[in-house]
């Protein structure tokens, strides 16, 4: 139970950090957005198609990783306890749907990360 718990937390830190970075990339690109509008240099929307896309690519593997240790609770939870290795290494699961690439191509991060993206480009088009 206890490898189980292990397995769990480290889900739910790849879940929080997920959370986080698209957190931190609508409140950058925001600042982004203010700093351009207050006069100061409208450039600095430019920067946004920077930060956008590395955000985009740091959230897709955390929850690449997140996928993985999802799939490795399963296998564990499945097994008897004498079958138990105790490993915490989820690589072997990087395949799939749990790929970095393949994350990063879901519908849900597309159109959360898409949006920013439209969003700069419409703010850009009218500064």
Same mark, same amino acid.
């Given at each position: 139970?206890?490898?189980? *718990?292990?397995?769990?937390?480290?889900? +739910?830190?790849?879940? $929080?950090? &997920?959370?986080?970075?698209?957190? @931190?990339?609508? +409140?950058? #690109?925001?600042?982004?957005?203010?700093?351009?509008? $207050?006069? +100061?240099?409208?450039?600095?929307?430019?920067? =946004?198609?920077? #930060?956008?896309?590395?955000? @985009?690519?740091?959230?897709?593997?955390?929850?690449?990783? *997140?996928?993985?240790?999802?799939?490795?609770?399963?296998?564990?939870?499945?097994?008897? #306890?004498?079958?138990?290795?105790? &490993?915490?290494?989820?690589? $072997? !699961?990087?395949?799939? $749907?749990?790929? @970095?690439?393949?994350?990063?191509? =879901?519908?849900?991060?597309?159109?959360?990360?898409?949006? /920013?993206? /439209? +969003?700069? =480009?419409?703010?850009? !088009?009218?500064?």
């Amino acid at each position: 139970m206890k490898h189980l *718990e292990f397995i769990q937390q480290v889900i +739910t830190r790849m879940n $929080s950090n &997920s959370f986080l970075i698209k957190g @931190w990339s609508v +409140t950058l #690109v925001s600042a982004l957005f203010a700093l351009a509008a $207050s006069g +100061t240099n409208h450039k600095f929307v430019l920067i =946004s198609y920077i #930060v956008v896309p590395l955000f @985009w690519i740091l959230d897709s593997f955390y929850l690449s990783q *997140e996928k993985q240790y999802r799939h490795l609770y399963d296998e564990v939870r499945a097994k008897a #306890v004498a079958d138990i290795n105790f &490993s915490m290494n989820a690589s $072997s !699961y990087n395949k799939d $749907s749990s790929t @970095w690439t393949a994350v990063m191509t =879901s519908k849900t991060i597309v159109v959360f990360y898409g949006v /920013l993206i /439209l +969003t700069v =480009s419409i703010v850009m !088009y009218f500064l």
